[in-house]
């Protein structure tokens, strides 16, 4: 397997958008590296760049320690599955999965083997036969994946392989990726507007925003301790709710004040927030860190809020709360239990160890 270096890549369209816009970023050998962002932030062609399938404007691409810049795709020793999964319909499954390696003029009885092999790892030996407009999508996405697999090359590369499934059978096929990872320990590069996919199966995560790179990290890291605003937003589901208010100091505390209601800040974040005491800032805190006060014993009455709650949906094993302070709204991620009126108030208690701090004009990451 390779290792995937990129040095200040780049891809200027002749329309004059920039695509990308000085990408470095290294993948390392056996590595599962996500690339997440919302459409149009240059994910996609950074891998087609690493495949081949695009030129790059400006920079540099490695595999496996070759300079494959001027390097066609055929050589490149890369597999690529795509979001279409690029199935030819008159093909069975079988043929499908062989034809790349007829075309490299492989000896038939080695084509058998590596089809059976990779049907065997992907549980599809029973639709060998079966033309592919016969099968559905997550049989075809199998075959593409296992299209791939024959070829053993150095680098996998998926470009949203799982966006025209369904939400069932994309867990599924999720989990089936990422065991697929583990069993052939193959570098693989995946791409991805989902980040339940990016955190879930990622070693690492490289957020991506008007082809920037913005962090790059595991994914509890980036969940964390996000750089900037906009990949604490992008990471996590439900978003991490917003507001913006004044850092206040007051008989030797410093609070946040949003305009409708006050939270204190934790000790262990003065250093670092106490330059801001007057100005404007956003505050960030995710929906599993704040509590209903009714099931939180000796709530901090500081770090307590009282708020409209507009809307409630069960999930089964937990409730969102869609609430609102008079300025701003936020999500609250309760347990199944909490029942909150509609359209009447409710005392929330906030974990302000948990909180996040962002610079009203960078938007970096304060806290």
């Known amino acids: 397997m390779a290792q995937v270096i990129l040095k200040n890549v780049s891809k200027r369209f002749a329309s004059g958008v920039k695509a990308v816009n000085n990408v470095s970023l290294g993948v390392e050998n056996k590595e599962f590296m996500v690339l997440?962002?919302?459409?149009?932030?240059?994910?996609?062609?950074?891998?087609r760049m690493i495949a081949g399938l695009e030129k790059t404007s400006a920079g540099d691409i490695y595999i496996g320690g070759k300079l494959v810049n001027d390097m066609p795709a055929k050589d490149r020793d890369i597999a690529m599955v795509f979001q279409n999964y690029a199935l030819y319909p008159h093909m069975t499954a079988f043929e499908n999965m062989a034809f790349g390696l007829q075309l490299r003029r492989y000896p038939k009885g080695e084509i058998i083997r590596r089809v059976n092999e990779?049907?065997?790892?992907?549980?599809?030996?029973?639709?060998?036969?079966?033309?592919?407009?016969?099968?559905?999508g997550g049989e075809r996405q199998r075959v593409a994946v296992g299209r791939a697999i024959v070829r053993?090359?150095?680098?996998?590369?998926?470009?949203?392989?799982?966006?025209?499934?369904?939400?069932?059978?994309?867990?599924?096929?999720?989990?089936?990726?990422?065991?697929?990872?583990?069993?052939?320990?193959?570098?693989?590069?995946?791409v991805t507007h989902d980040q339940t996919e990016a955190m879930t199966m990622g070693d690492r995560i490289a957020v991506m925003k008007d082809g920037v790179l913005q962090?790059?990290?595991?994914?509890?890291?980036?969940?964390?301790?996000?750089?900037?605003?906009?990949?604490?937003?992008?990471?996590?589901?439900?978003p991490m709710n917003f507001m913006d208010g004044v850092i206040i100091r007051k008989e030797g505390r410093i609070y946040f004040d949003e305009g409708k209601i006050r939270v204190k800040i934790v000790e262990d974040m003065h250093n670092r927030i106490a330059s801001y005491v007057g100005r404007q800032v956003s505050f960030g805190i995710r929906?599993?860190?704040?509590?209903?006060?009714?099931?939180?014993?000796?709530?901090?009455?500081?770090?307590?809020?009282?708020?409209?709650?507009?809307?409630f949906e069960p999930m089964g094993s937990?409730?969102?709360?869609?609430?609102?302070?008079?300025?701003?709204?936020?999500?609250?991620?309760?347990g199944a239990h909490d029942r909150p009126q509609v359209n009447q108030d409710i005392e929330l208690v906030f974990d302000m160890s948990k909180a996040h701090f962002f610079d009203k004009d960078s938007e970096e990451a304060i806290v």
Do not use: W
């Not at 409730?319 to 709204?329: A, D, E, I, K, S």
């Open 36 to 47: 997440v962002g919302p459409s149009g932030c240059g994910k996609s062609t950074t891998l």
């Open 287 to 311: 929906s599993e860190d704040i509590y209903d006060k009714l099931f939180v014993s000796e709530a901090p009455p500081e770090n307590t809020v009282t708020v409209n709650c507009e809307v």
């Open 215 to 238: 962090q790059i990290d595991d994914p509890i890291a980036i969940y964390d301790r996000p750089r900037n605003k906009f990949v604490a937003g992008f990471i996590g589901s439900p």
């Open 152 to 190: 053993k090359p150095s680098v996998f590369l998926f470009d949203e392989p799982l966006s025209n499934l369904d939400a069932k059978l994309r867990v599924q096929m999720r989990t089936e990726i990422h065991k697929l990872h583990i069993r052939l320990q193959t570098t693989i590069i995946y």
């Open 118 to 136: 990779a049907a065997e790892v992907l549980g599809i030996r029973h639709i060998l036969g079966r033309r592919s407009r016969e099968l559905s």
């Open 318 to 334: 937990e409730v969102y709360l869609y609430l609102n302070t008079g300025r701003h709204t936020f999500i609250a991620r309760v």
